[in-house]
């Protein structure tokens, strides 16, 4: 594995699926990151059996540990500085960071719907009740706000009659696996640049 390869800390909090896709990925040198830690703030999912198998190290970092919020963010900075990341990636992950991990690194966010519409914990629920013919998923830079990042990449998915809310976030979720893994290899191998909320693949000055 080359060491120039970007250092990803993974964080998740249910299946895993987008990180086994990732997982799946940087088996291949030329992808360009390797991942360095998988993290979560819950015990027994499958996303840290899906680490565990592929022989990743990781942790876990429990909001109801701590006596408030802020002690929670600072422990997980604290854990995934210790992995010392170039990028982390939330893949599924159901808190919105904290400045202390905000401030340290650039994190990546994925959403199942097209931001800004229907942000939050019920993108693909929120998006089929307002009866939408056209939603999709987002992969954007993470800020303070929820779902409020820079948007890096965007695909569209279209809502079939019948669809319920399972049905549409496994097609979503299809479609996202590989936009995700697109985005993070082309942020490893190429850089990027933030200017406002205008994001550019690259690195400055090229
Ligand atoms: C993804 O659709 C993600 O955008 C959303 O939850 C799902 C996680 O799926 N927040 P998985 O855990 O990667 O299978």
New binding site residues.
Partial sequence: MSSQAARLVVL?S??????QSLLDAVADESYGARIVAVGADRVGIE?LARAERAGVPTFVEKLSDHPERDAWDRALAARIAGHRPDLVVC??F?KILGAPTLAAFPVLN???ALLPAFPGAHGVRDALSHGVRITG?TVMLADAGVDTGPIIAQEAVPVLDGDDEAAL?ER??TV?RSLLVETVGRMAREGWTVTGRTFRFGRPGR
């Avoid at 249910?14 to 990180?19: D, E, P, Q, V």
């Fill in positions: 998740v249910g299946s895993g699926t987008n990180l996303g893949a599924g159901m994925t959403h199942p998923c976030h979503i979720k996202e």
